[in-house]
């Protein structure tokens, strides 16, 4: 738009803002006209930011800050750009905005602005289903950043969030996992709706029971986000994890009821006893001290609850993942094991650790004393 007629479009915008709003456009025109970009950027987002901006992102956008775009910082541009494109009619419309907004800041003092566009552009062709499309504006968005020494966490955010929407598409849930969580990292919580929050949780909660890769899900436990499943319908996933996490067969046959509530859960159903019965093992391994990990096939069974005739294969299978290490006499039907992968406890792990370690303080007192005892001539020589 030229810039005579920029005040007249600010004046019959205003009128159309709402009453609360209007005060605004004053401002827009004021640091327009003194050239305070910096200024005009910022009361910019804030007004587009406000649900109330919704109809009039769009024309401001185009008439407006596209006049002025290369004078702004191009983040703040392109943030600016991705708020109007809510407002677009559909997604082809979308796509066509975004596109073009991404081509604009593809210069190379402004990588970071298009890898924040691109990765918007990816998760409309996600949902349009063009995955070969997505997964390459994807893939280019990551040699990018890979090339970059530091980042505005909102691109990271960004970035990991359609990586994520693309896994989770694919079923690749390994994949899902760890780029859902790194977008958490990147954003904080009370940024996300509650339904976000639960639907993200859930979707967490899932990916880490059905994967064939993941067996330590601690750092899901660990994060708050899990706990937006408490109080809701969902509550029985939050306390089947911790099951796994403590291979609690007990608590499994308890919860289990609920895994048809989910097609996926439901048609892994056989894997996911194979799962808990490998951390079942794995825990009963803890429990031990270094020096007492030689069992007995029949000492796991009774330990574990796992059937005596499927000990073995469970024992070659925790081999196999690395969850432990040692060797195994068939014969004799003696597990030997030296090594089990850490974990995170839970309270009732940790009170388990506190009385393996006064056993382990007792036992040092008890030696001293005899030794003491037996050696009191040498000690007084």
Not at 142 to 148: M, N, S, V
Not at 156 to 180: G, L
Not at 317 to 329: E, F, N
Request: charged share 25%.
């Amino acid at each position: 738009m030229e810039a005579d007629k920029i005040p007249d479009f600010l004046a019959d915008q205003r009128d159309q803002a709402p009453s609360e709003a209007q005060a605004l456009f004053l401002d827009f025109e004021d640091y327009w006209e003194r050239k305070l970009w910096h200024q005009l950027t910022n009361a910019l987002v804030d007004f587009f930011r406000s649900p109330g901006s919704a109809p009039q992102r769009l024309p401001i956008f185009k008439s407006f800050i596209l006049s002025f775009a290369d004078r702004i910082n191009q983040l703040n541009f392109v943030s600016l750009g991705l708020l109007a494109s809510t407002q677009c009619s559909d997604d082809q419309e979308r796509l066509a905005f975004l596109t073009s907004l991404a081509d604009r800041v593809d210069k190379p003092d402004s990588q970071d602005a298009y890898v924040y566009a691109v990765a918007d552009v990816a998760g409309v062709k996600l949902r349009l289903q063009d995955y070969e499309g997505s997964r390459k504006d994807l893939d280019k968005s990551q040699k990018i950043l890979d090339t970059f020494d530091s980042v505005e966490t909102v691109v990271h955010a960004s970035f990991y969030k359609v990586n994520a929407d693309y896994y989770h598409a694919k079923q690749e849930f390994a994949s899902y996992y760890k780029n859902a969580l790194l977008y958490l990292a990147c954003v904080s919580l009370e940024d996300l709706s509650q339904e976000e929050r639960v639907s993200r949780a859930y979707d967490l909660s899932v990916a880490a029971l059905v994967s064939d890769a993941i067996y330590n899900f601690g750092e899901l436990l660990l994060h708050p986000i899990l706990d937006s499943l408490t109080e809701t319908p969902h509550a029985w996933l939050r306390d089947l994890l911790f099951a796994f996490n403590r291979g609690d067969l007990t608590a499994y046959d308890v919860l289990a009821g609920n895994i048809t509530k989910n097609k996926l859960l439901e048609s892994h159903r056989q894997f996911l006893y194979i799962k808990i019965s490998l951390s079942a093992l794995t825990e009963a391994v803890f429990r031990r001290p270094p020096h007492d990990r030689t069992m007995t096939f029949s000492t796991i069974s009774a330990e574990t609850k796992v059937q005596p005739d499927e000990i073995e294969h469970l024992i070659m299978k925790a081999l196999s993942l690395g969850l432990i290490k040692g060797s195994i006499d068939q014969v004799a039907q003696i597990a030997r094991i030296n090594w089990v992968q850490p974990k995170v406890l839970d309270m009732k792990q940790i009170e388990g650790m506190r009385n393996r370690l006064k056993e382990w303080d007792t036992g040092v007192n008890q030696l001293g004393h005899w030794i003491e005892g037996v050696g009191r001539d040498v000690w007084a020589a």
